[in-house]
């Protein structure tokens, strides 16, 4: 009676402290949107932006295009896509086993570099698509298109993680050399418009993109935490939740379906911002152990902060000048995730 009732204790406390690092965290991110939103040249104060987010009427014509077709639009678009990206991340890691996992290992990333790729060099007319769009519908294209390979090498390996890792490979080397072809055929415009997409910019986007990830975002989240327990038991090892009654390679299709679906919106209007989704869940991992319950709302928030910090950064490093945010968000990450790591070493030597 005295252990078991110690050990309740012990998990209420260590629940408390989950959920103080998942309240700091959030509030982390509304810090960071709001520093993202006062970034930039055009001399908006923090009051000005305030009055103009309650009473839009109240600023100038050239202050609310900057507001809210702009800036607004912009910090916004880094949430979503980080959250996408670090839901699609920590999945694909838990159901594969794998850490250096992601949707971008299995070549969704790649075909969708090979579809933007494609669309910028050849220029193609697709009836009912307004030029604008012919860009990000090529890239959702070929990530999609990827997807659907991935699964079709799922149901014939029987769910294999190491099949499926292995083809991700592969089609990540296929899609690079076929891309290579047309960067190999383009003029000097075209290559340097496809580079600037390959590192990742959040600038083009505006409330449209932003509607399209944030609801394809909040669509599959609830089936994620639906399975948080699945996921949780999964880690324990894949002997381990057959023996429960798990069905290992109907979840392992469901997340590679869920995550690649993500993944391909995320990256369709922005471009290939591939280290969020790998690094973002390893430092909610770090902070909040293995109870996907919380580590799963972990990773959207660790990844969504890691892209809000890199596109505040992304405009004020270097005044007058935006810098790419896929370069920052290496950046930012990297020295937060080894720091978290070496405090974890040090905590477990």
């Not at 939103?37 to 050239?62: C, F, M, T, V, Y």
């Not at 997409?197 to 975002?217: H, P, Q, S, Y």
């Not at 390679?249 to 209007?269: D, E, H, K, M, P």
Request: charged content about 10%; proline content about 5%; overall charge positive.
């Amino acid at each position: 009676m005295m252990q078991t009732s110690t050990l309740d204790v012990e998990f209420s406390r260590l629940t408390r402290r989950r959920i103080l690092i998942l309240s700091g965290l959030s509030a982390a991110l509304v810090l960071s949107l709001w520093l993202d939103i006062l970034a930039g040249p055009s001399g908006l104060s923090a009051g000005q932006i305030i009055d103009g987010l309650i009473n839009p009427q109240n600023l100038e014509l050239r202050y609310k295009i900057i507001l809210w077709d702009v800036r607004l639009p912009d910090a916004l678009i880094a949430i979503v896509v980080g959250a996408a990206l670090g839901l699609s991340g920590i999945e694909t890691q838990t159901v594969l086993d794998n850490p250096l996992a992601s949707p971008f290992t299995l070549g969704v990333s790649s075909a969708a570099v090979l579809g933007a790729s494609a669309a910028i060099v050849l220029l193609p007319a697709i009836p009912f698509v307004p030029p604008a769009f012919i860009l990000p519908v090529l890239a959702l294209f070929g990530a999609l298109g990827s997807a659907c390979l991935i699964l079709i090498v799922v149901r014939l390996s029987g769910g294999s993680r190491e099949t499926v890792i292995l083809f991700g490979i592969a089609l990540v080397f296929l899609c690079n050399a076929i891309a290579s072809g047309f960067h190999l055929i383009a003029d000097a415009d075209a290559l340097q418009q496809v580079v600037f997409w390959m590192i990742g910019n959040l600038t083009k986007a505006g409330w449209l993109e932003v509607a399209i990830v944030a609801c394809c975002f909040l669509v599959i989240f609830p089936f994620s935490m639906k399975h948080v327990w699945l996921l949780t038991l999964l880690r324990g090892g894949e002997a381990h939740a057959r023996s429960t009654g798990i069905n290992v390679s109907r979840l392992r299709t469901w997340v590679i379906i869920r995550a690649s679906i993500l993944a391909a919106f995320a990256v369709c209007f922005v471009g290939t911002i591939g280290f969020v989704g790998l690094v973002g869940p390893h430092i909610a991992r770090l902070l909040l152990g293995e109870d996907h319950r919380m580590l799963v709302p972990g990773a959207v928030l660790c990844s969504a902060l890691i892209l809000s910090i890199a596109s505040g950064l992304s405009k004020t490093l270097i005044p007058g000048v935006i810098i790419p945010v896929g370069i920052l968000t290496a950046i930012v990450g990297v020295p937060l995730f080894l720091s978290l790591l070496v405090q974890r070493r040090g905590r477990l030597s």
